[in-house]
């Protein structure tokens, strides 16, 4: 009992163990994976490796009509693609993916 009583004591003399969250915005870990933010198609060559490697396929690549569809709600952020990219076509950012209420789909074509 007196160990219980010694725990509460101090949770109610310290800080809060959380933020909050609406109104402060923790900053990510330096090791965390963020949102993929844009396909550079000046970069790109259609080599479909980040098709071939990622996980959740997520990534469709088509070379005949120069144009990669990218599912957000499919991805699950591993960087696979961002880190085996040989163009580094692939852009992160270090943020943390919004809510969306929507399904969208992205669709990168390649203007040349």
């Known amino acids: 009992m007196v160990h219980m009583l010694l725990n509460i004591l101090k949770n109610l003399f310290s800080k809060p163990a ?15 994976r963020g949102r993929i933010l844009v396909f550079d198609m000046e970069k790109c060559d259609l ?25 957000p709600f499919k991805c699950i952020y591993c960087h696979v693609c961002v ?21 969208r789909v992205v669709y990168y074509k390649l203007e040349r």
């Open 18 to 32: 959380t933020v909050k969250h609406p109104f402060i915005k923790r900053e990510p870990f330096p090791e965390h």
């Open 47 to 71: 080599c479909r490796d980040c098709e071939r490697l990622c996980p959740p396929v997520a990534i469709k690549v088509d070379p005949e009509t120069k144009t990669i569809t990218y599912d």
């Open 83 to 103: 880190e085996n990219c040989l163009q580094r076509a692939i852009k992160a950012e270090p943020d943390y993916q919004p809510p969306a209420y929507q399904k």
